[in-house]
């Protein structure tokens, strides 16, 4: 079975502090991408990145990277010197390469940063 | 750029009655998603297109919900008749096709509330 667990509901941090929300993925499948996306209040999901699972190079995006790990299947996301802004809910997911573009979601991970 | 246009943003109706809600996809996306976010939840897929072929509803409820998508455009999803369970934010989706190679690009969603 597929599944994305997102073990964190709730983090608050205050500002410029830095977070990280952990992204766990269960497949048997050895072709699969790997999504981050962003909700925020407005309710579209904004994509942040796209990850195939034969590229497990981490990636730096300006205060936000990635920490891709098939070892623990894991696909972390960490923001850097937080901002007011970030505050939303985050989503990891999965889509496997032979079942179509179905993305599988974790439960989000709701982010609040305080001033 | 357009993004994905969605329509209404809220909807409140009593059960029973019927629904429908309507999606723009970004132009010359031939790859359109129909997702459903219940409260506290990560997105569900109902049903996925390709131009006007529904090629993956096997996760939409077919005996109260239908879907179309006339010349592989835009598209309609209904619900008749709405249960209380269907309250959920209902998310349209496209992709320019090769979900392989592109990312999902979300509309800002419909809210029903069923009451």
């Known amino acids: 079975a597929q599944k994305v667990t997102q073990a964190q509901t709730e983090i608050s941090v205050v500002e410029k502090e830095d977070v990280t929300l952990d992204c766990v993925y269960e497949?048997?499948?050895?072709?699969?991408?790997l999504f981050w996306y962003k909700q925020p209040p407005s309710g579209e999901l904004v994509f942040l990145i796209r990850?195939?699972?034969?590229?497990?190079q981490n990636e730096i995006s300006g205060r936000y990277s990635w920490n891709f790990q098939k070892s623990t299947s894991s696909f972390n996301f960490t923001i850097t010197a937080s901002q007011v802004v970030d505050s939303a809910v985050y989503f990891c997911?999965?889509?496997?390469?032979?079942?179509?573009?179905?993305?599988?979601f974790g439960q989000g991970t709701e982010l609040s940063v305080k001033p | 750029e357009a993004g994905v246009v969605q329509s209404p943003r809220y909807k409140i109706i009593e059960k029973k009655q019927p629904v429908a809600f309507w999606c723009n996809p970004i132009?010359?996306?031939?790859?359109l998603y129909w997702y459903r976010q219940n409260l506290g939840q990560g997105p569900e897929l109902l049903i996925r297109?390709?131009?006007?072929?529904?090629?993956?509803d096997s996760q939409l409820p077919k005996d109260r919900f239908s879907a179309e998508r006339l010349k592989g455009v835009d598209s309609t999803l209904k619900i008749q008749p709405a249960e209380l369970g269907d309250s959920a934010v209902y998310l349209c989706?496209?992709?320019?096709?090769?979900?392989?190679?592109?990312?999902?690009?979300f509309g800002q969603g419909t809210r029903l509330t069923v009451v």
């Open positions: 989706a496209s992709s320019p096709g090769g979900y392989r190679d592109t990312e999902a690009f």
């Open positions: 497949t048997r499948d050895t072709t699969y991408y």
């Open positions: 990850r195939n699972s034969f590229d497990e």
């Open positions: 997911a999965l889509l496997l390469y032979n079942q179509g573009g179905k993305l599988i």
């Open positions: 132009s010359g996306h031939n790859t």
């Open positions: 297109y390709e131009n006007e072929e529904a090629v993956d």
